[in-house]
């Protein structure tokens, strides 16, 4: 990733929050999306990570 990820929108989600991202594709030559949850607790502490890759169909 080149730039920065953008924050294209944010919805409150079991009470926490789920971010929808955009960046750029060096390697794809595309708009790439991906989302973050974070629930309520990562607001005051670290909590755990879980990556799940789902629809990659770019080859």
């Known amino acids: 990733m080149?730039?920065?990820p953008k924050l294209v929108s944010e919805?409150?989600?079991?009470?926490?929050t789920?971010?929808?991202?955009?960046?750029?594709?060096?390697t794809c030559n595309a708009e790439m999306r991906f989302s973050v949850y974070q629930p309520?607790?990562?607001?005051?502490?670290?909590?755990?990570?879980?990556?799940?890759l789902a629809g990659l169909t770019c080859t």
Do not use: D, I, T
């Open 40 to 52: 309520p607790q990562a607001k005051s502490q670290p909590v755990p990570v879980l990556y799940f």
């Open 11 to 16: 919805n409150r989600s079991f009470g926490g």
């Open 2 to 4: 080149s730039a920065s």
């Open 18 to 26: 789920v971010g929808f991202y955009s960046h750029r594709s060096e």
